[in-house]
């Protein structure tokens, strides 16, 4: 029986040959014929057989993929950043109504959006202004991201920030026997409001993606049967002004890598 066989060994055959030999004996063998006929397990991988090569990358990425992939940071900082609310099309709320034709439409009132929240973002370093967008510059069909970065060019932005609100809300009923007594009267229902924001910034120039953003918030109320369209509403827009204004801080902490990962030096710590 050959000592250095991995199939054949076993522990046996250890046991027998240290009762027979002693332990120095199997020691030495294995320091010197074992290591003698020790083979390395095999070579890398050739990634050019997996077709990883850069050309063969280049020929099987598709087009539009591929022209995506292409596309390169091309904004100056210190730079200006238009901004525009994108909603499903003909998205219409007690308090706003959209605009635009197409694959989605935009809102251009506030109506959960606090002053403070944009002074908080023109606040932040490396940037020269915002610039909401209105109907003025938006063209009326809208069909991809690049309408609106050409709204975004119209006045001279260099970046675009989109955002978009997905807000889902339910009425359950929770005491169910004290609307029979009190005739509906008793707020015996609650609003419930899920509302998530999602933001996404992009190089007016050639839509380059510079980061993401999202916040979530929750909110419930209690309404009755009389009242419980208003409630939703109003607890539809607690939810998405609590979700903005934490958008607003997660976007502060992403742009933060965006300027220290794009801007030169001097426009981070400009002289003087």
Known sequence: ??????????????????AGWGA????????????????????????????VTDDDVEQGTDYAIGRRLERKPLAAFPTHIAIV??????????????????????????????????ERLAALPSIRGLAPLNRLVIS????????????????????????????????EEKIAPLSVFTLGLFPDD??????TVSAALLDTRNGYVYGLAEATSHQTQLA?????????????????????????ENLATMWERVVREYAPAEAVNPAG
């Open 24 to 51: 120095g004996a199997v020691l030495a063998m294995l320091a010197t014929g074992c290591a003698m006929s020790y083979r390395t397990p095999g070579p890398g991988a050739d990634f050019r057989s997996l077709g």
């Open 224 to 248: 009755n049967n009389w009242t419980s369209e208003a409630a939703v509403d109003q607890s539809r827009r607690r939810a998405e002004q609590e979700a903005f204004d934490k958008l607003v």
């Open 190 to 195: 609650e609003a419930r409001v899920t509302s």
């Open 85 to 118: 609310r994108v909603q499903g099309g003909g998205y219409a709320s007690h308090s706003s109504r959209s605009y635009g034709r197409g694959n989605y439409s935009v809102v251009t009132t506030r109506d959960v959006e606090s002053d403070a929240a944009f």
């Open 140 to 171: 009326e069909y809208l069909n991809d991201e690049e309408d609106l970065r050409q709204a975004a060019a119209s006045v001279q932005a260099d970046m675009l920030l989109i955002y978009t609100f997905d807000t889902v809300f339910d009425v």
């Open 1 to 18: 029986m050959n000592p250095c066989d991995p199939i054949r060994w076993r522990a046996g055959a250890v046991r027998r040959n240290l």
